[in-house]
């Protein structure tokens, strides 16, 4: 027996020397080829594997050799332990095969693409520890499957009949799918790992039950079914099929989320602090942190990093203020000035058009604006919001306004539309699309910072296009909120890796001046405890872009043109910042 472990060990090591050698011996085409391919079937693998993913991206999937025969209409993948499991594996495979690539080997743009999946998946691979499991909850009160079922429903686009069966398939699957989520975060209180703002989810799902078949979600998707023009009675009997599987499995799932977490909260076993309380819980942020934020900078650096932040933007607002002492008044009254836009068209047409002078050109700036669905207005707040296109659609742009939003003329307003809109998300995944010859990062490359970032940092761009309001007050309205949102991730990072308490919450947001009431205190701390890393991807991720623009302008003086930078933050598509920074620095010393 021994003699036959160490025969296989020393014929695996020759077949190791070899595959060593073999790979050495490969020229860079030849690499670069394989690296091709290998990418193209991870894309159509990822395709395949989740229906939602392949919806989103492709409308006519077989034009990029991905067989919908293979695609199982579901939600994703249920959290039971077999499938997660099995999912694990094949990812864990699928990255050693990546591991075998010679990344010197590779053209430019390879190379962007490899970063960008070593980074996203050596993050994923050090998650998937087995010290971490039932850590990750499925139903955090911002970002839950809870919420985000019904936007996915609401916004589900139907091309074609197949879709409609297929939609109705996706919504009988949402009691299975929420099923298996339940019986994962029993699990959860089981091992002593529960960490959610149960009550809030509990209030969230009431109004979902309370409004049964008379949804808005589901008025939503009849509509759908009704934009397809059918004969009316495929229509009708679409219609009735799909108000049975609202009934019996979407409606259900809330009901069982609901009755779930009412029990939950009498057990009296779910952790209200941070995820510093749990054996693994500090070593666990600081990965999802770094996932949040495109980089794998410590906790300790980010931290770091929004300190010093705050107190930049503190002293910029200190001197904006100073030198500006008349015209700050509207701002401390919480009364800023109006915008002269009437509505949300108005904005992203007059963006539009001035943008030219700041960013590069994009031909297709198609748009549609519809509203959002009216429970989910009702019940998010949200202004507005983008949805992502196809990447082979017909790429016009999709905004979601807030119907109940009657105030198109405020500083907010024109924000949000500029962060979501032109020069934001609408712009940038229209430069993307047509000028990003990777399909792979249009549609699977996920650096939220680098998405978020850039839309944050695009929206204050913006301001200096709104020429009716004082400059000096804008300013200090963005110095204000950025100091502010640094004020908030230091927090979150002291709740999640150094286990502040409710009083050491308190303690530092009165130390920083905020005048908040106990009961918001308590809110607010909540908000953090039960979503952790919620908020750096966008103020991170602004960090990273505001530090590279300023470096860029520390190098070329006068020889800085803001269209050209502008280019190179986009050119490489949704990236880590160690990538964008390369493109940066080519165009610094292109220009030098």
Not at 121 to 131: A, G, I, R, T, Y
Not at 154 to 170: A, P
Not at 298 to 305: D, F, I, Q, W, Y
Not at 530 to 554: L, T
Request: charged share 30%; with cysteine.
């Amino acid at each position: 027996m021994i003699k036959r472990i160490i025969t296989y060990v020393l014929s695996f090591f020759v077949i190791l020397t070899l595959v060593a050698c073999q790979k050495d011996t490969k020229s860079d085409e030849e690499v670069q080829k394989e690296f091709d391919t290998f990418i193209k079937k991870e894309f159509v693998d990822a395709m395949e594997n989740d229906y939602i993913t392949m919806h989103t991206y492709l409308t006519n999937p077989k034009n990029y050799g991905v067989d919908e025969n293979k695609v199982k209409v579901r939600l994703g993948i249920y959290l039971d332990e077999d499938s997660q499991k099995e999912a694990i594996e094949k990812e864990e495979n699928t990255y050693e095969k990546f591991k075998e690539f010679d990344r010197d080997k590779l053209t430019e743009q390879q190379k962007d693409i490899y970063d960008v999946y070593e980074y996203q998946n050596s993050l994923s691979e050090k998650l998937n520890d087995d010290k971490y499991d039932y850590y990750e909850p499925a139903f955090q009160s911002m970002t839950g499957i809870h919420y985000q079922i019904p936007t996915l429903f609401s916004d589900w686009e139907l091309r074609n009949e197949k879709d409609v069966k297929d939609l109705i398939l996706l919504v009988k699957d949402i009691k299975p799918y929420i099923d298996s989520a339940l019986d994962y975060t029993k699990k959860q209180e089981e091992k002593g790992l529960l960490m959610l703002d149960i009550d809030n989810i509990m209030k969230y799902c009431k109004n979902i039950i309370d409004k049964g078949d008379k949804s808005s979600v589901l008025v939503s998707m009849n509509e759908n079914i009704d934009a397809l023009s059918l004969d009316k009675t495929k229509t009708e009997k679409y219609k009735k099929e799909l108000k049975k599987a609202f009934s019996s499995s979407f409606i259900v799932a809330y009901q069982n989320i609901y009755d779930t977490m009412n029990e939950l909260k009498k057990s009296g076993q779910n952790n209200t602090e941070g995820l510093a309380n749990f054996k693994y819980g500090k070593d666990y942020f600081e990965l999802k942190l770094q996932q949040k934020i495109g980089s794998l900078k410590t906790a300790k650096e980010v931290k770091k990093m929004m300190e010093k932040g705050y107190d930049e933007h503190v002293a910029i607002l200190q001197d904006v203020v100073m030198n500006n002492t008349e015209k700050m008044q509207p701002l401390i009254d919480n009364k800023l000035p109006k915008t002269s836009y009437k509505n949300y068209k108005e904005i992203l047409d007059s963006n539009k058009k001035k943008i030219k002078e700041n960013f590069p050109s994009v031909n297709n700036l198609d748009y549609v604006i519809k509203d959002v669905n009216q429970e989910i207005a009702s019940d998010s707040g949200v202004s507005a919001y983008f949805n992502i296109p196809a990447i082979d659609g017909n790429s016009t742009k999709q905004l979601r306004v807030n119907p109940k939003n009657n105030s198109a003329n405020t500083i907010d307003t024109y924000s949000t539309v500029s962060h979501e809109g032109f020069p934001g998300h609408m712009y940038q995944y229209a430069y993307m699309y047509e000028n990003v010859d990777s399909d792979y990062i249009k549609s699977l490359a996920n650096v939220l910072a680098y998405t978020e970032g850039y839309a944050v940092y695009a929206q204050f761009e913006s301001f200096k296009y709104l020429d009716t309001i004082d400059q000096a007050l804008l300013e200090a309205y963005k110095e204000n909120m950025i100091a502010s949102y640094d004020v908030i991730i230091v927090a979150d990072i002291g709740i999640h890796y150094e286990g502040w308490s409710l009083d050491d919450f308190k303690s530092y947001l009165r130390g920083k001046g905020f005048s908040l009431n106990d009961d918001d205190m308590k809110e607010q701390y909540l908000q953090l405890q039960a979503n952790p890393a919620a908020f750096e991807a966008y103020y991170v991720g602004y960090h990273e872009f505001a530090s590279i623009k300023q470096d860029a302008k520390n190098q070329l003086g006068n020889q800085f043109n803001e269209k050209e930078f502008n280019k190179a933050l986009l050119e490489g598509g949704t990236a880590t910042f160690e990538v964008v920074q390369r493109h940066v620095d080519q165009y610094i010393s292109q220009v030098k």
